[in-house]
């Protein structure tokens, strides 16, 4: 069955950065479009970014120029980069692909 474990998150300051990553199992990750989302404390879980098979990348308008979404098809891993990170960026990030949610990992950007 497909499993979506994600690693990467923590505690870090305003303006500053994190990688995330999502490792994938169980599935054709070279043919599978791959989603990152985010729900703040308090709020509705919200779609961060999106990779398609061929590489096509859409964002939220809140993430883009400082958020970039990527895949390396030969670890079937897809990759959020946050640059300049916000305050408000405070969520816990979850991949979701094929109907299937990672465990999600915490994002927590304060001074």
């Known amino acids: 069955q497909v499993q979506l474990v994600e690693s990467g998150g923590g505690l870090v300051q305003p303006g500053g950065s994190l990688r995330l990553s999502c490792a994938a199992s169980?599935?054709?990750?070279?043919?599978?479009?791959m989603n990152w989302y985010r729900q703040p404390p308090g709020k509705q879980r919200e779609l961060v970014a999106v990779?398609?098979?061929?590489?096509?990348?859409t964002y939220a308008d809140s993430v883009k120029g400082r958020f970039t979404i990527s895949r390396d098809n030969a670890k079937n891993t897809v990759y959020l980069q946050m640059d300049s990170l916000k305050p408000e960026d405070t969520a816990v990030y979850y991949c979701?692909?094929?109907?299937?949610w990672g465990q999600g990992t915490q994002v927590t950007v304060s001074s």
């Open positions: 169980g599935v054709f990750f070279k043919f599978t479009t």
């Open positions: 990779i398609t098979s061929s590489g096509s990348t």
């Open positions: 979701y692909a094929l109907t299937v």
